[in-house]
């Protein structure tokens, strides 16, 4: 970056917490609404952009210091490993369930298995398209 | 498993251990060792020996893959037996002469011996087989085996062309045979020979017979060196001494033959039977023996020569099948003389002929040359070589008191008798036959006083002649004897040998149990056969005399309308044409493959679409066009016309992201959120991506504005869209079955999930997903890897 363009920076500043905070709501309202893990993701890694295109990807890197290969591999790995614990249960390869229970905040809640296979399409997604866009942005 | 089947896999075994020995045993010479396996398999047969001919033969078999109707059958009656002996016999002479021919220090005595023995092996595999597909796996490993022998010393050119030629006749003969093998499997749903003997008479009438006897022909043919398949035999002359009076005179080339007397009781009912194997037969006999007069090789001259002599073998055959389709017993008895004299010629030629490939070989051997015209009056030099010679030579003539002129005689006989009792046509084959055999005089005086007699040429040899060791002289004084033996006691092996051979060529004669009298006499009384060999001597010493003055007629051959020249520029023709078909599509231009692509497919998809009048259109369950919908697909058709026709590339990308939103947009009418938002960040990014790109990227290539070209791709990409746009109205009213929605709109019921897609994407169908994101987690380390890689190269640099 040539130059420090303030309002970008400052805007990007709240931008991103609301942004992030979207794709996260989009996540978890995936599974009653329309979003999910790819969207979340999609839209995770839109404001992760919006900071690096703010700020220098040197100094991102060194408040975020994320490899974003490991979060994609981390991703694949839940959701793997959601697929290899049905089997555990004697149940066929990524079998999903779900039940109700109460929570201390949230009321009547319910959770589901595919919310943690969600969780690992969405690393997954965050990771592969961060991995390109810093790739193809670091590459001279 | 049997004895029998032991002595069929002893040669195969016992290559095993050839290298050890060679390489154990470094003063020896392998070949001693290897001369216990024929020595011992000829023991062996001779056990068999003599066999009853009305006996019935001795079967061994064992399962091989039983499923598909093979198995390992070995059959052992006359007609194998006859070539058993010969093939080990002639075998273990060869094997002791190559002892002292093949240098122990110079040569690579291992190889030779183990292809050898290969061959060895397959020979007695053909011939001891009953079941045809067995038969075609020995008969290929005799071509494979007689490939390796031929390129032996595979530093010359001569030996390799010589190889490849042999290897292309005899294989493209094979699988012509393999063919007529499994058509005839087809017609009959046997494998066995025995079997199809026993129901020869139903198959005939059977439409894949004639189809299955030709193909099978034409494998016998290429094997056995028939018109005009013959070329490779010359050029195979190029292997070892031995191997040639092994493979090329007394065995490999007898394989054909044998195959012809072996189907002869299943396909000789049959009158084209006759006529393609007495024409072949007749033609390789007179082209063969015409050919050797002008040859000035030794080897090539001997070449010739067993054409020729196997022409006369196969023209015997083809006469004695005819026995089948006599009308009265006597007339069958006169044609399956014939088949006597044909069976009593293939003894005879495998004993002379090994006897003369071995004289050439000492002559080759102790002089350094082959050539006719460097070679002379050396009778006082290698007496004993000359004595086989004449011998040899005079026997191959048909002259007495050799076993050869007993065989002409029949052959005379049997010419004769086709002649007088079948078509008028056929006074054609006695003066073919008589004119051959004149020809055969010439070219054995020529053999004999070419070499023997005249002048003696010293400074024109590499060596200074002397005799042979007496270890090269055995093999061929064996011989040689053996032709006077058989000339004295003709009876002796008639009766033991032939009459069991005749048994198994033609057993319909014998059926009721009957006998053939097989007796062969060296006299006649004064007959035609008579008048003509004399009339082949008197005519063949003048042409012989007198030879200067009319070989010139050689010289004014057609040089350009030879078989080698139809073979050598056919070959070069089918790689010359091939490259240029394949220069002719393969451009390297990804624009013309991606072009054939699609044609294909259009002829494809529009021909089955047009072509079985599937295509309909019926638009009475479409739902309505709404306002909405006609504005957003005119403003896509806008935006993607706008892509093809725009000049330069950033506003292409602007008009791609225009349709990529529009399609979004689209997603949100008919009720697809999830797919609008994926959709609408998606599209984001690859147009970033795009534009990412397109910084990097030169100006647009100018062969993309060349006129043809972009008519062309105008039609083909016309002919996509129109295709496909057909397809996809005439199956929207095409429900093959009931549509499985229902079940997913369950989804809150089985997955606790009111978002249908998302259920349907993490629980009903979560492996999809799994794997899309293992796709796209490698497309993410895949660019990672190349800017990195890339990256690091230049860093190199």
């Not at chain 2, 290559?15 to 011992?40: A, C, D, E, Q």
């Amino acid at each position: 970056m040539k130059f420090t363009d303030v309002i970008l920076q400052t805007s990007a500043k709240i931008l991103v917490f609301i942004i992030l905070t979207f794709s996260i709501y989009v996540l978890f309202a995936g599974h009653n609404n329309p979003g999910g893990g790819f969207i979340g993701g999609l839209i995770t890694a839109s404001a992760l952009v919006l900071l690096y295109i703010a700020f220098d990807v040197k100094t991102v890197h060194e408040i975020l210091p994320i490899d974003f290969k490991i979060v994609g591999a981390v991703g694949l790995m839940i959701a793997l490993l959601t697929g290899i614990g049905s089997l555990v249960v004697d149940e066929p390869f990524l079998s999903q369930t779900f039940w109700y229970e109460d929570l201390p905040l949230f009321g009547k809640t319910e959770l589901t298995t595919a919310l943690v296979f969600d969780l690992g399409v969405y690393l997954a997604v965050v990771g592969t398209t961060m991995t390109i866009i810093l790739s193809i942005g670091e590459d001279e | 498993m049997s004895w029998l089947h032991f002595a069929v896999f002893t040669p195969f075994l016992f290559t095993l251990f050839v290298p050890l020995l060679n390489k154990s045993f470094r003063r020896v010479h392998t070949g001693w060792f290897v001369l216990i396996i024929p020595l011992l398999l000829f023991v062996y047969f001779l056990g068999y020996f003599p066999l009853d001919p009305a006996m019935a033969p001795v079967i061994h078999s064992i399962p091989w893959i039983p499923s598909l109707d093979i198995h390992f059958t070995l059959h052992l009656d006359g007609l194998a037996l006859l070539l058993l002996l010969i093939i080990t016999g002639i075998g273990a002479l060869v094997v002791l002469y190559s002892i002292y021919y093949m240098s122990m220090e110079r040569e690579a005595l291992h190889n030779f011996y183990i292809y050898l023995l290969l061959f060895m092996g397959a020979m007695l595999g053909i011939v001891l087989s009953d079941n045809l597909l067995v038969l075609y796996v020995f008969w290929e490993m005799t071509s494979v085996s007689s490939f390796l022998l031929i390129a032996y010393w595979y530093q010359r050119g001569r030996s390799r062309y010589g190889a490849q030629k042999s290897m292309l006749i005899t294989i493209s003969g094979g699988f012509a045979m393999l063919l007529g093998f499994l058509m005839l499997y087809t017609a009959s749903g046997t494998l066995s020979v025995r079997e199809l003997i026993a129901m020869s008479s139903q198959l005939s009438e059977h439409g894949l017979f004639l189809p299955a006897m030709l193909l099978v022909l034409l494998g016998a043919f290429t094997k056995s060196a028939q018109f005009p398949f013959h070329i490779w035999l010359p050029d195979a002359m190029e292997a070892p001494t031995p191997i040639s009076a092994y493979l090329h005179s007394a065995t490999m080339v007898k394989a054909g033959v044998y195959l012809v007397a072996r189907l002869t009781p299943v396909f000789g009912g049959n009158i084209e039977w006759f006529w393609i194997i007495t024409t072949v037969g007749a033609i390789t006999l007179f082209w063969g023996s015409f050919m050797a007069i002008r040859q000035t090789d030794l080897k090539a001259l001997l070449a010739y020569s067993t054409i020729s002599q196997l022409g006369l073998i196969m023209c015997l055959l083809g006469i004695g099948s005819n026995a089948l389709n006599a009308d009265y017993s006597e007339q069958a008895l006169l044609f399956s003389g014939a088949a006597l004299a044909a069976i009593f010629h293939l003894f005879n030629h495998s004993i002379f002929k090994g006897c003369l490939f071995m004289v050439i070989g000492i002559l080759d051997h102790e002089t350094g040359t082959r050539d006719i015209r460097k070679l002379g009056g050396l009778m006082g030099i290698m007496p004993v070589s000359f004595t086989l010679t004449v011998i040899g030579g005079l026997s191959m003539a048909g002259l007495p008191p050799f076993s050869g002129f007993l065989s002409k005689e029949m052959f005379f006989t049997g010419v004769l008798t086709a002649a007088r009792n079948m078509n008028d046509w056929l006074v054609v084959l006695p003066i073919v036959a008589w004119v051959a055999s004149i020809l055969t005089f010439v070219y054995c005086l020529i053999l004999v006083f070419r070499t023997f007699t005249g002048k003696y040429q010293p400074d024109r040899l590499d060596k200074t002649p002397h005799e042979a060791p007496i270890g090269m002289l055995i093999p061929p004084g064996v011989l040689a004897l053996l032709v006077i033996v058989f000339f004295f006691i003709p009876n002796v092996v008639g009766a033991s040998l032939l009459r069991p051979a005749m048994h198994a060529i033609l057993p319909q004669l014998v059926a009721d149990g009957g006998t053939f009298d097989v007796h062969i006499s060296a006299w006649h009384g004064f007959t035609m056969e008579l008048a003509m060999t004399a009339g082949i001597i008197a005519l063949g010493s003048l042409l012989y005399i007198y030879l200067k003055k009319w070989s010139g007629i050689y010289d004014n051959l057609p040089r350009r309308f030879t078989l080698n020249n139809l073979y050598d520029s056919g070959l070069n023709s089918i790689e010359r044409a091939s490259l240029r078909f394949t220069n002719t599509y393969m451009t390297g231009f990804l624009a013309h493959y991606l072009s054939y692509i699609f044609i294909i497919m259009i002829c494809l998809t529009g021909g089955t679409l047009l072509g079985q009048g599937v295509f309909a259109l019926n638009m009475e369950n479409n739902s309505e066009i709404a306002p909405y919908e006609y504005v957003l697909g005119i403003s896509m058709v806008i935006a993607a016309v706008f892509v093809v026709f725009s000049t330069s590339r950033l506003m292409s990308i602007i008009a791609v992201g225009a349709v990529g939103y529009i399609v979004s947009l689209m997603f949100v009418l008919f009720r697809a959120p999830d797919l609008a938002l994926t959709q609408l960040v998606v599209e984001t990014i690859t147009t970033a991506l795009f534009l990412l790109c397109f910084y990097y990227l030169p100006k647009m290539r100018r062969e993309l504005t060349r006129l043809r070209f972009k008519l062309s791709s105008l039609v083909i990409s016309l002919g996509v869209g129109i295709s496909l746009t057909l397809i996809g109205l005439s199956v929207q009213d095409h429900n093959l079955f009931e549509p499985i929605k229902s079940y997913f709109e369950n989804s809150y019921q089985l997955a606790g999930a009111k978002n249908i897609v998302n259920a349907i994407l993490v629980d009903f169908r979560a492996f999809d997903t799994m794997l899309e994101i293992v796709v796209l987690f490698t497309a993410g380390i895949g660019v990672y890897n190349l800017i990195k890689l890339r990256q690091a190269r230049r860093n190199e640099k």
